[in-house]
C-alpha cells in the first residue's frame, strides 16, 4: 500500500454530501466486486465519528498498478460532475495505519438466538429463554446507506477507522474493508 487517490464530494445544492458519499460507494462497491479485486482498500480521512459522518473525502489505497488499472475504467459513470478525483500518490513517509473494519449492531433478537443455537446447540426455548426480546444495541459510528448486490436489500454498513499500531497486509472484500489489512492513515 504505498499509493493513495483521493476522490473528494463537492458541494451540491440539490444533494447532501452523505447521499452523494453512498453513491459513489456504492459504485466503487459494484465495480471491486465485478473484477473481484482484493488489493485496493478504502479509508475516510475527515471522518468523525462524534457527530458522526464520514465526509466528503473517499481515499483509495493500493499500488501504483491497482489504483491507475481502477481508474482506468469508467465505473465512475454519472458521478463526474459531483466529485473530484486526485491523481495517484505516494503515501507519505513516517504515516500512522489504520484498520477500516465494518461494525454490526447486535440489533434483532431473532437472529442472534439462531446464531447462539447454531454455535452452541442450543433449542429454541433455551434461546428464548437466555436472550429477551429486548436486547438491542444501537451503534454512533458513521455509516454508509448501501444495498446488497445479492440480496438487493439497503442496510447501513457501520464503520471504524481502529488505530493500529504499524501496517498489515491482507486482502480487502468488495467494500474495500478487511478484518486484518491496515491502510495508512493521514
Known amino acids: 500500500m504505498d499509493r493513495h487517490l483521493d476522490i473528494e464530494i463537492l458541494p451540491d445544492p440539490e444533494f447532501p454530501t452523505?447521499?452523494?458519499?453512498?453513491?459513489?460507494?456504492?459504485?466503487?462497491?459494484?465495480?471491486?466486486?465485478?473484477?473481484?479485486?482484493?488489493?485496493?482498500?478504502?479509508?475516510f480521512?475527515?471522518?468523525d465519528e462524534k457527530k458522526?459522518?464520514?465526509?466528503?473525502?473517499?481515499?483509495?489505497?493500493?499500488t501504483d498498478l491497482d489504483l491507475n488499472r481502477l481508474m482506468s475504467e469508467e465505473w465512475l459513470v454519472g458521478m463526474r460532475d459531483h466529485?473530484?478525483?486526485?491523481?495517484?500518490a505516494p503515501v507519505p513517509h513516517g504515516t500512522e495505519h489504520r484498520q477500516v473494519r465494518r461494525v454490526q449492531a447486535k440489533s434483532n433478537p431473532d437472529r442472534i438466538r439462531r446464531r447462539q443455537m447454531?454455535?452452541?446447540g442450543w433449542t429454541e426455548q433455551e434461546a428464548?429463554?437466555?436472550?429477551?426480546?429486548?436486547?438491542?444495541e444501537t451503534l454512533k459510528l458513521p455509516f454508509l446507506s448501501v444495498?446488497?448486490?445479492?440480496?438487493?436489500?439497503?442496510?447501513p454498513l457501520f464503520l471504524e477507522h481502529r488505530a493500529a499500531?504499524?501496517?498489515?497486509?491482507?486482502?480487502?472484500?468488495?467494500?474495500g474493508l478487511s478484518a486484518i489489512a491496515t491502510v495508512p492513515w493521514f
Open 118 to 120: 447454531r454455535r452452541h
Open 147 to 155: 444495498g446488497s448486490l445479492s440480496t438487493g436489500h439497503r442496510f
Open 45 to 47: 480521512p475527515r471522518v
Open 83 to 88: 466529485i473530484h478525483v486526485k491523481g495517484v
Open 52 to 62: 458522526p459522518t464520514l465526509g466528503q473525502l473517499l481515499r483509495l489505497h493500493g
Open 165 to 175: 499500531p504499524g501496517p498489515v497486509a491482507g486482502p480487502f472484500n468488495a467494500y
Open 128 to 136: 428464548i429463554a437466555r436472550i429477551p426480546a429486548s436486547v438491542r
Open 18 to 43: 452523505h447521499q452523494l458519499m453512498d453513491a459513489l460507494f456504492a459504485k466503487l462497491h459494484r465495480y471491486l466486486a465485478m473484477i473481484q479485486m482484493t488489493t485496493v482498500g478504502v479509508s
